[in-house]
């Protein structure tokens, strides 16, 4: 398990996988931030004065960690607030199903609108679980930097 966790290759294809996922997600929230704010005042758990500044930083943060672990710059870094992010994602769909709410998740904003449930707490599982693995393992190979290095 070791040998696949550490294999550069398996490590490029979590972080470029991530990085789309958080890019891809990102776009569609900045698009349409109207529609992002009405989700995330949807969960009930955010003073009102806050979902229109979190509807407006939130996804550029989402793109900026993304495009950095695409590219492979400050991995670890860009792996850790992913994986902060997937946390609080969990923590809000968790508590949105417990208090009973039908709401969308507002993960890709109105193009991926999908109810709330158990399968979104696996999917953010899935790619927190990814996170990690490259928190810990770092992935120095296949990056700008290591490009860079090599002239």
């Not at 950095?68 to 870094?77: D, N």
């Not at 902060?84 to 904003?109: E, Y």
């Amino acid at each position: 398990m070791k040998k696949i966790l550490n294999n550069n290759y398996f490590l490029f294809l979590i972080r470029f996988f991530i990085g789309f996922v958080f890019i891809y997600a990102a776009v569609e929230k900045i698009n349409d931030p109207g529609n992002f704010a009405l989700s995330i005042h949807n969960y009930k758990l955010f003073p009102l004065f806050t979902v229109n500044i979190l509807a407006i930083f939130l996804p550029w943060i989402e793109l900026t960690a993304g495009m950095l672990l695409v590219f492979g710059i400050s991995v670890r870094e860009s792996s850790f607030l992913i994986g902060a992010f997937l946390i609080i994602f969990i923590f809000a769909v968790s508590i949105s199903l417990i208090r009973g709410l039908d709401i969308n998740c507002g993960c890709f904003g109105t193009a991926g609108g999908s109810k709330i449930g158990i399968q979104k707490i696996l999917e953010n599982t899935f790619l927190l679980l990814l996170s990690f693995i490259l928190f810990y393992s770092g992935s120095g190979n296949f990056t700008i930097m290591h490009i860079k290095s090599k002239d």
